[in-house]
C-alpha cells in the first residue's frame, strides 16, 4: 500500500471530492483555495481542500508536518528534491513525446539518474535532522529503507554505470561538403580549439560580446538522426545496453516517493501562504480540537481571503476579533451596525472551523474548535428582485434541507436570510429556525437586523458589531460581546429597505 504523508489513513484518490463544497463561495474559502495553490497548479492540490478530515488524531498527524517543516530546515530539502523531480517528470516527457528512439532512451536514462540522485539526497537530509511528527519520521524509515534495498542499490549502480559509458562516447566528425562522416576518435587534434587559439592573438582589448540565441528543440534534425544512428553502429554495446535498460526500468518511479512529491506540497503551499499574511502582522495558530467538549474560542481571529487581499493592495491594517462559546453557549447572533464587519465576522468564523478538520494552521492568535461534522451556509443569493415570492420559497426550501440533513455536530452559518419578505414574516422565520437549532444542540452564526432574535437565552450570545462612540457613522470593524443595544441603526436600515425619507417622497411622487 502507497504511504501518505497526507493521511494517517490514506483515503484513495476516489475519496476526494473533485468539485468543492456548497458552502466555499459563501466564505470566500474559493478564494483562499485559488490563492493558497496558485503557483502549485502542477501538484494537483485542490482535491485535498474538499477532503476534510475526521478524526482528531488524523488533524495532529498533519499538524506535526506542519510544525516539522517550520522548525528546521527540512523546507530547502525539499525545495531541491521537488525541483530535481520537475526535472525527471520534464525528462520523462521528452523521451515520450519525441519519435527518435534513441534518443528518447537517452532521455529515460537522464531522468532515471536525476531521480537516483533526488531520492539519495532527501534521505541523507532528513538523516540529518531531528524529526518530531509522525509522518515524516515514517518517511524518513521508509525512504532509508528504500534507499537501502536490493532494487534501488541494483538500478542506482546500473545507472550511474550507464551513465559513465554514454559519457565516454567521443566520435568525429569529417565534413565535406554535403557529405558528413563519423567516426571513431583516435587522438585527432580538436580543430575547434585550434582555431580558436589562431585567433586568439588578433584580440585587441575587451571585445564586445554578441549573443547569439539558437533555437534548441527537443527534436532532432535528420542530420543530427543520422550522426547518432552512426555513433550507435561504433558503440553497439553500449546502445544495446541502453535499450535493454530503457525496458526493464520502465516502473523505475516508487509509488510512495511519487505520492509524497505531490503530497508534500499540500503543506508547503499552505505555509508559504500563511507566511505572507505573518509577514503582515497576521497570526496564524495550531489549534485544539475536541469531539467531546463544544467549549469553542478565538482569539483574533480574522477573514483570510479579506486579509489576502488588503495585503496585495497594501491598504489598511486587518481587524482580528475574538468569541468564544462555553458551557451550553452554542448560538452567536451578530447585530450591529450595517457595513460594521458582521459577515466578515462570519466567514471568518467558517473559514477557521474548515481549515481546522484539514489540519492546517488557523487564522488566529489562539483558538479551539469542537469537530463539527458538516458545514452549512444559509447566505442571500443573487436573484429577480421582481420575484420575491420565488426567493422566498428557494430560501424555504434551503434552510429545511439543511435542518434535515444537519445533526447536533454540525455547524450552520446564516446571513440575513429571509431578507425577501416582511419584516414580520422574517423575525418569525428566524426565530423557527433558531428554535429548531437549539433543540438539536447544533452550533450556529446567524448575522441579522433583528435585535430582537438576541434576547437572552442559555444557547444564545449577543454580539455586536461596534461603531465609534463618539461619531455613530464610523464604523470601527470590531465585534464585541454584549447585548444588543437597541439601536436600531434605523438610517441603515432605512436605506436597506428603501424606507429613507427621499424613498417615500419618490413612492408618493410616483
Same mark, same amino acid.
Given at each position: 500500500?502507497?504511504?501518505?504523508?497526507?493521511?494517517?489513513? =490514506?483515503?484513495?484518490?476516489?475519496? /476526494?471530492?473533485?468539485?468543492?463544497? +456548497?458552502?466555499?463561495?459563501?466564505?470566500?474559502?474559493?478564494? !483562499?483555495?485559488?490563492?493558497?495553490?496558485?503557483?502549485?497548479?502542477?501538484?494537483?492540490?485542490?482535491?485535498?481542500?474538499? &477532503? =476534510?478530515?475526521?478524526?482528531?488524531?488524523?488533524?495532529?498527524?498533519?499538524?506535526?508536518?506542519?510544525? +516539522?517543516?517550520?522548525?528546521? =530546515?527540512?523546507?530547502? &530539502?525539499?525545495?531541491?528534491?521537488? #525541483?530535481?523531480?520537475?526535472?525527471?517528470?520534464?525528462?520523462?516527457?521528452?523521451?515520450?513525446?519525441?519519435?527518435?528512439?534513441?534518443?528518447?532512451?537517452?532521455?529515460?536514462?537522464?531522468?532515471?539518474?536525476?531521480?537516483?540522485?533526488?531520492?539519495?539526497?532527501?534521505?541523507?537530509?532528513?538523516?540529518?535532522?531531528?524529526?518530531?511528527?509522525?509522518?515524516?519520521?515514517?518517511?524518513?524509515?521508509?525512504?532509508?529503507?528504500?534507499?537501502?534495498?536490493?532494487?534501488?542499490?541494483?538500478?542506482?549502480?546500473?545507472?550511474?554505470?550507464?551513465?559513465?559509458?554514454?559519457?565516454?562516447?567521443?566520435?568525429?566528425?569529417?565534413?565535406?561538403?554535403?557529405?558528413?562522416?563519423?567516426?571513431?576518435?583516435?587522438?585527432?587534434?580538436?580543430?575547434?580549439?585550434?582555431?580558436?587559439?589562431?585567433? *586568439?592573438?588578433?584580440?585587441?582589448?575587451?571585445?564586445?560580446?554578441?549573443?547569439?540565441?539558437?533555437?534548441?528543440?527537443?527534436?532532432?534534425?535528420?542530420?543530427?538522426?543520422?550522426?547518432?544512428?552512426?555513433?550507435?553502429? /561504433?558503440?553497439?554495446?553500449?546502445?544495446?545496453?541502453?535499450?535493454?535498460?530503457?525496458?526493464?526500468?520502465?516502473?523505475?518511479?516508487?509509488?510512495?516517493?511519487?505520492?509524497?512529491?505531490?503530497?508534500?506540497?499540500?503543506? !508547503?503551499?499552505?505555509?508559504?501562504?500563511?507566511?505572507?499574511?505573518?509577514?503582515?502582522?497576521?497570526?496564524?495558530?495550531?489549534?485544539?480540537?475536541?469531539?467531546?467538549?463544544?467549549?469553542?474560542?478565538?482569539?483574533?481571529?480574522?477573514?483570510?481571503?479579506?486579509?489576502?487581499?488588503?495585503?496585495?493592495?497594501?491598504?489598511?491594517?486587518? !481587524?482580528?476579533?475574538?468569541?468564544?462559546?462555553?458551557?451550553?453557549?452554542?448560538?452567536?447572533?451578530?447585530?450591529?451596525?450595517?457595513?460594521?464587519?458582521?459577515?466578515?465576522?462570519?466567514?471568518?468564523?467558517?473559514?477557521?472551523?474548515? /481549515?481546522?478538520?484539514?489540519?492546517?494552521?488557523?487564522?488566529?492568535?489562539?483558538?479551539?474548535?469542537?469537530?463539527?461534522?458538516?458545514?452549512?451556509?444559509?447566505?442571500?443569493? *443573487?436573484?429577480?428582485?421582481?420575484?420575491?415570492?420565488? #426567493?422566498? *420559497?428557494?430560501?424555504?426550501?434551503?434552510?429545511?434541507?439543511?435542518? *434535515?440533513?444537519?445533526?447536533?455536530?454540525?455547524?450552520?452559518?446564516?446571513?440575513?436570510?429571509?431578507?425577501?419578505?416582511?419584516?414580520?414574516?422574517?423575525?418569525?422565520?428566524?426565530?423557527?429556525?433558531?428554535?429548531?437549532?437549539?433543540?438539536?444542540?447544533?452550533?450556529?452564526?446567524?448575522?441579522?437586523?433583528?435585535?430582537?432574535?438576541?434576547?437572552?437565552?442559555?444557547?444564545?450570545?449577543?454580539?455586536?458589531?461596534?461603531?465609534?462612540?463618539?461619531?455613530?457613522?464610523?464604523?470601527?470593524?470590531?465585534?464585541?460581546? #454584549?447585548? &444588543?443595544?437597541?439601536?436600531?441603526?434605523?438610517?441603515?436600515?432605512?436605506?436597506?429597505?428603501?424606507?429613507?425619507?427621499?424613498?417615500?417622497?419618490?413612492?408618493?411622487?410616483?
Amino acid at each position: 500500500m502507497t504511504r501518505s504523508i497526507l493521511f494517517d489513513h =490514506p483515503p484513495g484518490t476516489t475519496a /476526494l471530492a473533485a468539485e468543492s463544497p +456548497d458552502f466555499f463561495s459563501d466564505l470566500h474559502l474559493d478564494q !483562499v483555495v485559488d490563492a493558497i495553490t496558485a503557483g502549485f497548479a502542477e501538484y494537483d492540490l485542490k482535491g485535498f481542500f474538499y &477532503a =476534510p478530515l475526521d478524526a482528531i488524531d488524523s488533524i495532529q498527524y498533519r499538524h506535526e508536518v506542519m510544525q +516539522d517543516l517550520e522548525s528546521g =530546515p527540512l523546507l530547502g &530539502a525539499i525545495d531541491v528534491f521537488a #525541483k530535481s523531480m520537475r526535472r525527471m517528470r520534464e525528462d520523462i516527457a521528452r523521451s515520450e513525446n519525441i519519435t527518435h528512439v534513441l534518443q528518447a532512451q537517452r532521455y529515460f536514462l537522464d531522468a532515471v539518474n536525476v531521480y537516483c540522485d533526488a531520492v539519495e539526497n532527501l534521505a541523507r537530509r532528513l538523516a540529518a535532522v531531528e524529526l518530531r511528527g509522525r509522518g515524516l519520521r515514517l518517511f524518513r524509515d521508509y525512504l532509508s529503507a528504500y534507499c537501502d534495498s536490493a532494487d534501488f542499490q541494483l538500478l542506482a549502480g546500473e545507472t550511474k554505470k550507464l551513465e559513465a559509458l554514454v559519457a565516454a562516447i567521443t566520435y568525429t566528425l569529417e565534413i565535406s561538403g554535403l557529405r558528413v562522416t563519423v567516426s571513431r576518435y583516435d587522438g585527432e587534434p580538436d580543430y575547434g580549439m585550434e582555431v580558436l587559439a589562431t585567433f *586568439e592573438k588578433f584580440r585587441q582589448g575587451g571585445a564586445s560580446q554578441y549573443a547569439f540565441n539558437w533555437p534548441a528543440g527537443t527534436h532532432m534534425s535528420q542530420v543530427e538522426e543520422g550522426a547518432l544512428e552512426r555513433v550507435a553502429r /561504433l558503440y553497439p554495446q553500449v546502445f544495446s545496453s541502453l535499450k535493454d535498460y530503457s525496458e526493464r526500468h520502465r516502473t523505475y518511479l516508487d509509488e510512495t516517493i511519487e505520492a509524497f512529491d505531490r503530497e508534500i506540497h499540500f503543506y !508547503v503551499a499552505c505555509l508559504a501562504y500563511a507566511d505572507t499574511l505573518k509577514s503582515a502582522g497576521l497570526s496564524f495558530c495550531y489549534p485544539t480540537v475536541s469531539e467531546v467538549s463544544k467549549h469553542t474560542f478565538a482569539r483574533d481571529m480574522f477573514d483570510v481571503a479579506l486579509a489576502a487581499r488588503l495585503a496585495k493592495e497594501k491598504r489598511a491594517h486587518m !481587524v482580528c476579533n475574538d468569541f468564544e462559546l462555553t458551557g451550553e453557549e452554542r448560538i452567536l447572533v451578530v447585530t450591529g451596525a450595517n457595513q460594521g464587519g458582521k459577515t466578515t465576522f462570519a466567514r471568518a468564523f467558517g473559514q477557521l472551523h474548515y /481549515l481546522s478538520r484539514l489540519g492546517c494552521p488557523v487564522p488566529a492568535k489562539a483558538a479551539r474548535v469542537y469537530l463539527f461534522d458538516r458545514l452549512f451556509t444559509h447566505f442571500e443569493r *443573487e436573484e429577480d428582485l421582481e420575484n420575491l415570492a420565488g #426567493k422566498l *420559497e428557494f430560501d424555504l426550501h434551503r434552510i429545511q434541507r439543511i435542518l *434535515e440533513e444537519a445533526t447536533e455536530r454540525s455547524i450552520l452559518i446564516m446571513n440575513e436570510s429571509f431578507n425577501s419578505t416582511t419584516i414580520a414574516d422574517a423575525l418569525y422565520m428566524s426565530r423557527e429556525v433558531l428554535s429548531r437549532i437549539m433543540e438539536r444542540d447544533m452550533t450556529c452564526v446567524t448575522v441579522t437586523f433583528f435585535d430582537e432574535l438576541a434576547a437572552s437565552a442559555p444557547k444564545i450570545v449577543s454580539m455586536v458589531a461596534a461603531v465609534d462612540e463618539r461619531d455613530q457613522t464610523e464604523r470601527t470593524f470590531k465585534i464585541v460581546r #454584549k447585548p &444588543a443595544d437597541g439601536r436600531a441603526y434605523a438610517a441603515s436600515i432605512a436605506r436597506k429597505y428603501r424606507l429613507t425619507a427621499d424613498d417615500i417622497r419618490m413612492r408618493l411622487q410616483s
